[in-house]
């Protein structure tokens, strides 16, 4: 994750990569399935608390094995 903070403002990146396992009932044998996403998240101090103010996904790629 990377964070930067200015003033009442924060913003973050968090990187994922997620490997997931799929049976193709066709062929009836398991295959990978990999997607990498970024979430962006822009935050806001308000009244002494932290607020989400924006969070977006962002698709990174995918791969299938």
Do not use: C
Not at 3 to 20: E, F, I, K, M, P
Request: glycine share 10%; net charge positive; aromatic share 4%.
């Amino acid at each position: 994750m990377l964070a930067a903070l200015t003033g009442d403002t924060a913003s973050t990146r968090s990187d994922v990569q997620a490997l997931n396992r799929l049976v193709q009932a066709e062929q009836g044998r398991p295959e990978r399935f990999t997607v990498g996403v970024s979430y962006h998240t822009i935050m806001r101090r308000i009244d002494g608390g932290w607020k989400i103010q924006r969070h977006e996904l962002q698709l990174r790629g995918t791969v299938v094995q």
